[in-house]
Nanobody, 127 residues
Framework: QVQLVESGGGLVQAGGSLRLSCAGSGRSFSRYCMGWFRQAPGKEREFVAAISWSGGSTYYADSVKGRFTISRDNVKNTVYLQMNSLKPEDTAVYYC????????????????????WGQGTQVTVSA
């Protein structure tokens, strides 16, 4: 069992930055591929970024590539999402998720394959 708690969301102007954190509790955090997803009002949940269990591979949605960076600290059981050059279209509730797998990050993009989810944190980017 893994419990995930996101933090770091908020209101920021376009062009600004935020860093989201996702703290995991429970055993064997380092065995999980970790992903960030987001859901805007009236839209489906979409993949944002993923990082493999070791941190050795990462994968990003085209919409955030070059602006967002995912990282993890397996000692602290925490995964991060650094978001730079934010745009109004990045406004959404951001969720972190954990998938028990040793696959590389580009295999961790389907939300229905994740085992655990956090409660989400709101990110609002004003124009």
């Amino acid at each position: 069992q893994v419990q995930l708690v996101e933090s770091g969301g908020g209101l920021v102007q376009a062009g600004g930055s935020l860093r989201l954190s996702c703290a995991g509790s429970g055993r064997s955090f380092s065995r999980y591929c970790m992903g960030w997803f987001r859901q805007a009002p009236g839209k489906e949940r979409e993949f944002v970024a993923a990082i493999s269990w070791s941190g050795g591979s990462t994968y990003y949605a085209d919409s955030v590539k070059g602006r967002f960076t995912i990282s993890r600290d397996n000692v602290k059981n925490t995964v991060y999402l650094q978001m730079n050059s934010l745009k109004p279209e990045d406004t959404a509730v951001y969720y972190c998720a954990a998938r028990l797998t040793y696959y590389s990050a580009n295999s961790c993009i389907a939300p229905n394959e994740y085992d655990y989810w956090g409660q989400g944190t709101q990110v609002t980017v004003s124009a």
